[in-house]
T-cell receptor, first 112, second 114 residues
Framework: SQQGEEDPQALSIQEGENATMNCSYK?????LQWYRQNSGRGLVHLILIRSNEREKHSGRLRVTLDTSKKSSSLLITASRAADTASYFC????????????FGKGTKLTVNP | DTAVSQTPKYLVTQMGNDKSIKCEQN?????MYWYKQDSKKFLKIMFS???????INETVPNRFSPKSPDKAHLNLHINSLELGDSAVYFC?????????????FGSGTRLTVV
């Protein structure tokens, strides 16, 4: 069954605003990753946060992880039209398994 | 230089045909993967190879057969194609394990079975 669930499924904002996407998962994890997918393209790795970390930054991206609630959030600050894409969270469930389990994604539209 | 390259980018074929998708990575990664993305954008792992050895084989019809001639290549052969096989297939690679690193994805192969 699916591990990650992103929320909301779709988000539409104006350029300059912040965008927040959430991800919930079911089992314990080694790490959680966020990916971006532009329309018709492959996924691009954005950021990885380990299970013992609570917050991580990369440029305009801020990721938080709450393992007690089994949830993570991705914040994109000062959004740009070029940020328009689908965003996926993916969990490394560990236990010897070497696969990432992806959620269904949040489709973000940033209007100029 | 393309890090993970897949060919072809588009594939339109009739039901019952056999087709192959090729994937190559020049990153020196040990592990390669095939993922299937359905029309609702849901990504599901199919196979994973580590240095030519199969390590993940999800519940996939045995019409799908991966082949890894060396650790830089992972091909996917599909026999007797069905309408439900229509999807985008992504190849990806990573250094050994996902504990510290993300995946690098190819740009995908859009398979349409008619």
């Amino acid at each position: 069954s699916q591990q990650g669930e992103e929320d909301p499924q779709a988000l539409s904002i104006q350029e300059g605003e912040n965008a927040t996407m959430n991800c919930s998962y079911k089992t314990s994890i080694n790490n959680l990753q966020w990916y971006r997918q532009n329309s018709g393209r492959g996924l691009v790795h954005l950021i990885l946060i380990r299970s013992n970390e609570r917050e991580k930054h990369s440029g305009r991206l801020r990721v938080t992880l709450d393992t007690s609630k089994k949830s993570s959030s991705l914040l994109i600050t000062a959004s740009r039209a070029a940020d328009t894409a689908s965003y996926f969270c993916a969990t490394d469930v560990g236990g010897g398994s070497e696969k990432l389990v992806f959620g269904k994604g949040t489709k973000l539209t940033v209007n100029p | 230089d393309t890090a993970v390259s897949q060919t072809p980018k588009y594939l339109v074929t009739q039901m019952g045909n056999d087709k192959s998708i090729k994937c190559e990575q020049n990153l020196g990664h040990d592990t390669m993967y095939w993922y299937k993305q359905d029309s609702k954008k849901f990504l599901k792992i199919m196979f994973s190879y580590n240095n030519k050895e199969l390590i993940i084989n999800e519940t996939v019809p045995n019409r799908f057969s991966p082949k890894s001639p060396d650790k830089a290549h992972l091909n996917l052969h599909i026999n007797s194609l069905e309408l439900g096989d229509s999807a985008v297939y992504f190849c990806a690679s990573s250094p050994r394990g996902t504990k510290l690193y993300g995946y690098t994805f190819g740009s995908g192969t859009r398979l349409t079975v008619v």
